[in-house]
């Protein structure tokens, strides 16, 4: 019913910044409340942020709050990721998330993944 298909990784250097998008399918994409997660090697998927349906509420992980932004445009089914004072630590497949709810994504159980797209922040 969903599909959701990041871009925007790539490789920068710690201190820098990075924007990433996720483009999703369906004319429902705004009653969707969406997020991100990200993967490094070796380690477990975990939360990174969430947004609201209506980007009235947004909550981020403790790592990465104060450093990374997310929005949304839902007139282009977009959600977005804005990733500054990057950190070696941040290396990871990022990947898009949906879900009805928002507590679903921010707990880590969203509907819907993405494919997931790269970053690598080097030191």
């Known amino acids: 019913q969903v599909q959701l298909v990041e871009s925007g990784g790539g490789l920068v250097q710690a201190g820098g910044s990075l924007r990433l998008s996720c483009a999703a399918s369906?004319?429902?994409?705004?009653?969707?409340?969406m997020g991100w997660f990200r993967q490094a090697p070796g380690k477990e998927r975990e939360f990174v942020t969430a947004?609201?349906?209506?980007?009235?509420?947004?909550v981020y992980a403790d790592d990465v709050k104060g450093r990374f932004t997310i929005s949304r445009d839902n007139a282009k089914n977009t959600v977005y990721l804005q990733m500054n004072s990057l950190k070696p630590e941040d290396t990871a497949v990022y990947y898009c998330?949906?879900?009805?709810?928002?507590?679903?994504?921010?707990?880590?159980?969203?509907?819907?993944w993405g494919q997931g797209t790269q970053v690598t922040v080097s030191s």
């Open positions: 947004i609201s349906w209506n980007s009235g509420s947004t």
């Open positions: 998330a949906a879900d009805s709810w928002t507590s679903k994504i921010v707990s880590g159980t969203p509907g819907y």
């Open positions: 369906g004319r429902t994409f705004s009653s969707y409340a």
